[in-house]
């Protein structure tokens, strides 16, 4: 049975299993590949999207748990790329190979939504699940932060 759900402000029906992983029907099915696959098993949130405004890992949720919801990608964040923590990203220079930083900026965005007057300390522990292998976790907290202010 299909799947329908707003993609990024568009209705998306999507014909595939409904077990399939969210992150298989953005990146294959929709082809919007800003996604990214890290480990599959919700340890290193490069896959994070926002299912009705809330931070998730793509790879643990399926296709039937966001019929009738409404998923965003990093495409859709702000199609012109000038959301706060993108511009943060931007100003600090904070990716390296960039491979997490989809996933860090839509964790971000989440949890400033989530509370403005964020603390260093929450930023740090809403971040934690968040992994980069190239180690830019200063910068990191540094954009979060400033994307707050
Ligand atoms: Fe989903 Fe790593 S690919 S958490």
Known sequence: MPTTFTLNGAQQTLDAPPEMPLLWAVR???????????CGVGLCGACTVHVDGEAVRA??????EVDGKTVTTIEGLDPEGEHPVQRAWRELNVPQCGFCQAGQIMQAASLIAAKPDITDAEILEGMRGNVCRCGCYQRIVAAVRHAAT
């Open 59 to 64: 790879c643990l949720v399926t296709l039937d």
């Open 28 to 38: 294959d099915l929709a082809g919007l590949t800003g996604t990214k696959y890290g």
